[in-house]
């Protein structure tokens, strides 16, 4: 029997997937395919782990879900329901927060350019936090700032030169990077000095993510080293202490067979430096903010797909084609991600083959699965792509004008539409005439 049987809120029942006691070919039936399954059971388990590990065990703590990875108006609101802050990157992202009435305190502001347009947005709404990152960004904020007579908090997104154990698309810490104020001498003590001098921010700290679906906690320690000598800097040299530090997000999740690390591993050990490098040095402990996405969503959600042309190249290999691919899931082509899958109607593990599952895109690399083993699949299957609730959706696109599939939450025994499957009107709907 393969692994994906045992996957946790995954069940076979009769030979049929159930994903969150939901008969999966059932609901491939009622909501057409290809479709995004989403259970709010599984989003709500992660946030207890998370209170109950981090927010409850340490005061003055916060958890700022990370949108990139998956965001519409009723996953604000789960978010809300939660207790949990949200971290956006752009000004659809905050418009969506703001659509869902996310409440503006508890929304920080990221993104490596963030545009006039985007910033005005974010501080007339009031956004709790504007993570600065970089140098040019701090007079934009203040020139807005000076027109709307207002302040706002930030924090620098810091380089820590770190190198991550990931791809290396999704490594971000790294010195040669687009993301973040690099920590040359000249460039993060005069860009301190500007923000603790501005009349128009309140400095709180400093923030890093150094890269995703990562299991060695050494990286994010590495990373808070960095960050706390110059916390310490900043108080040898102007006087003024720190507020709080942002770690960032990037807790792995399984995909095909990774040993997913509970957050404690990651957490109880940089608590404990940052507890210990405060009474060292005789300052209050930062508030502390993680910035999760994946491990909070990535595994809760499943794509289910209908298989269409099936091609066997002799001696090469068989193509399973479905209908959907790179347009729903650009992971596999765009950083050779793994997934994996089961026949849902036929998820026995029996009689099965090594096959390549493709998508309908016009691109070669359009390849979703590179040789797994299935139940031999026929035309008109249900195949069922586990983990998938992380960076798949919100990377959609409609290349091909395919449209974008709807997305479907499950919770508590009742299924409902989240996001409506685009329709071809809906493609053509900007088009000019
Ligand atoms: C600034 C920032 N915070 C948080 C995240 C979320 O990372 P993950 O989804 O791996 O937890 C990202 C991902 O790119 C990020 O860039």
Redesign the pocket.
């Known amino acids: 029997m393969k692994n994906t049987i045992k996957r946790e809120n995954v069940t076979i029942n009769d030979g049929v997937l159930f994903f969150d006691g939901f008969n999966t070919v059932e609901l491939a039936d009622k909501y057409n395919t290809p479709l995004y399954v989403i259970s709010k059971n599984c989003i709500k388990n992660k946030c207890s782990e998370l209170k109950n590990k981090f927010l409850n065990k340490y005061d003055n703590t916060r958890v700022a879900y990370?949108g990139?990875?998956f965001l519409n108006i009723q996953m604000c609101k789960i978010i809300e329901e939660e207790g949990l802050c949200l971290?956006v990157?752009s000004g659809g992202e905050l418009y969506t927060a703001i659509k869902a009435g996310f409440p503006a305190e508890k929304i920080e502001f990221?993104g490596n350019n963030k545009t006039n347009e985007e910033l005005e947005l974010a501080i007339d709404y009031g956004v709790g936090r504007i993570?600065v990152d970089g140098t040019t960004e701090l007079s934009k904020i203040e020139s807005i700032c000076a027109n709307k007579n207002k302040t706002v908090k930030i924090l620098y997104?810091i380089t820590p030169g770190v190198k991550t154990h990931t791809h290396d698309y999704?490594s971000?810490g790294k010195k040669d990077s687009k993301?973040g104020i690099p920590l040359d001498e000249d460039v993060i003590y005069k860009a301190i000095k500007e923000a603790i001098s501005s009349q128009y921010v309140e400095f709180l700290g400093f923030h890093f993510?150094i890269g995703?679906?990562l299991f060695d906690n050494h990286s994010h320690l590495a990373a808070l080293e960095t960050s706390l000598k110059l916390v310490k800097e900043t108080k040898l040299r102007y006087n003024y202490s720190i507020l709080e530090l942002n770690l960032?997000?990037?807790?792995g999740i399984c995909y095909t067979d990774e040993i997913v690390k509970p957050y404690s591993y990651f957490l109880d050990p940089l608590m404990k430096r940052i507890q210990e490098f405060s009474d060292e040095i005789g300052l209050k402990r930062p508030a502390v903010v993680i910035?999760?996405?994946?491990?909070i969503i990535g595994e809760a959600g499943i794509t289910l797909y209908r298989v269409g042309a099936i091609k066997a190249i002799k001696n090469i290999r068989k193509y399973i084609a479905v209908d959907g691919g790179m347009t729903d899931n650009i992971r596999p082509a765009l950083y050779d991600a793994r997934y994996d899958a089961v026949i849902a109607n036929r998820a026995t593990g029996d009689n099965t083959e090594v096959v390549t599952v493709c998508g309908k895109c016009c691109e070669t690399g359009d390849v979703l699965i590179k040789d797994i083993e299935l139940a031999t699949p026929k035309e008109g299957d249900v195949l069922a792509v586990f983990s998938t609730g992380?960076y798949c959706y919100s990377m959609a696109s409609n290349y091909n004008r395919n449209p974008i599939p709807a997305v479907v939450l499950l919770d508590n025994g009742i299924s409902s539409i989240m996001v409506q499957r685009q329709s071809y009107e809906d493609i053509i709907s900007l088009d000019v005439i």
């Open positions: 990370a990139k990875a971290d990157v990221n993570i997104r999704i971000t993301f993510h995703s679906q960032g997000g990037g807790f910035e999760p996405g994946r491990s992380a």
